[in-house]
């Protein structure tokens, strides 16, 4: 519940502007990291992401019935060897955010995520909501899937996506800490930006994400709600059509995030397989896993600023 300056609960309205300017300042996007050119010289950046999540959305939640675990268990039986091959036809790379218990469950995904090229990501450890979270138990569940991952793949992940695609009081400091290059969980910009909390610049890279290049919202649903929000897959590859065709007219970024589980049956597959031929019709296209993006936009924070790395207009007159 929000509190007021001193403590007790209050609604919003009440609120002093130190207050709600506090809040909103606490963590802010900063400079805007797009080069002039993408490597290669490219047009645009196309950065392809899957959250191989697979059975521990309901285990998170304390959910262990087996047509529950089989709905997540289908993203690694069939969902991630088809992306896996889709990927290798098209032969581009792409980043696979995984839950340590997800690794720990499947093993021999996580190690064919890095054998074929792909970046393996930090995604928590059993997809825990980390905003619910104390500071002590974010930390160290944030480290364990950092050494879980490295474990079972020899190499150490430099970026995160948490899974609640948020930041308790505690995340950024916890990425600091733990040495991350990068995160991908916020929605403040279309393009890579530095994180600055409280006006102070961070030096993390942020790839924004958005529900828009999510697979969820458009083809997920709960038994028992009352929300079937069924999209036609091909409704869903005009919309990140055209997400693709404003990045490459833009110069900036296509990022996508994608599930195993979701975007991985048949008839849906053809949404990510019918946007990947899109893609490849045009030239100058720079595909890239976010951990390269993320140096990309790295090599702009040590630049000077130009027209492409500020924002379009002043956040505020203070
Ligand atoms: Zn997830």
């Given at each position: 519940m929000p509190t007021d300056d001193s403590g007790l609960p209050a609604e919003s309205w009440r609120w002093t502007e130190q207050t709600w300017r506090g809040h909103v300042d606490a963590l802010r996007a900063g400079r805007r990291l797009v080069p002039d050119r993408w490597p290669g010289d490219a047009r645009v950046a196309v950065a392809l992401s899957f959250d191989s999540d697979h059975e521990t959305i309901p285990l998170r939640d304390g959910e262990t019935s087996p047509g529950r675990l089989a709905q997540g268990e289908y993203g690694a039986r069939v969902g991630a060897a088809r992306i896996l091959d889709l990927l290798a036809r098209h032969r581009v790379p792409a980043t696979f955010f995984m839950p340590a218990v997800s690794a720990l469950i499947h093993p021999e995904e996580a190690r064919a995520y890095t054998a074929d090229g792909h970046e393996l990501a930090v995604h928590g450890w059993i997809h825990e909501?980390?905003?619910?979270?104390g500071r002590d138990d974010e930390k160290e569940l944030t480290a364990r899937a950092l050494d879980t991952l490295e474990t079972l793949t020899g190499r150490r992940p430099v970026g995160i996506r948490t899974p609640s695609w948020d930041f308790s009081d505690s995340t950024l400091d916890i990425m600091l800490e733990l040495g991350f290059a990068y995160d991908s969980?916020?929605?403040?910009?279309d393009e890579p930006y530095e994180i600055v909390a409280t006006g102070r610049p961070t030096g993390l890279v942020e790839i924004p994400v958005d529900w828009i290049r999510d697979d969820a919202p458009y083809f997920t649903m709960d038994r028992y709600g009352s929300v079937r929000p069924h999209s036609r897959p091909r409704d869903v590859l005009e919309i990140w059509a055209d997400e693709f065709d404003a990045a490459y007219r833009d110069g900036g970024v296509f990022q996508l995030t994608l599930h195993p589980h979701v975007i991985g049956h048949r008839s849906r597959l053809v949404a990510l397989s019918g946007l990947l031929d899109h893609i490849a019709a045009h030239p100058g296209v720079w595909f890239a896993t976010h951990a390269q993006l993320a140096d990309s936009a790295r090599a702009v924070l040590a630049g000077p600023t130009t027209s492409r790395s500020v924002p379009h207009a002043p956040e505020h007159t203070p």
């Open positions: 909501r980390n905003t619910l979270l969980s916020l929605m403040a910009d």
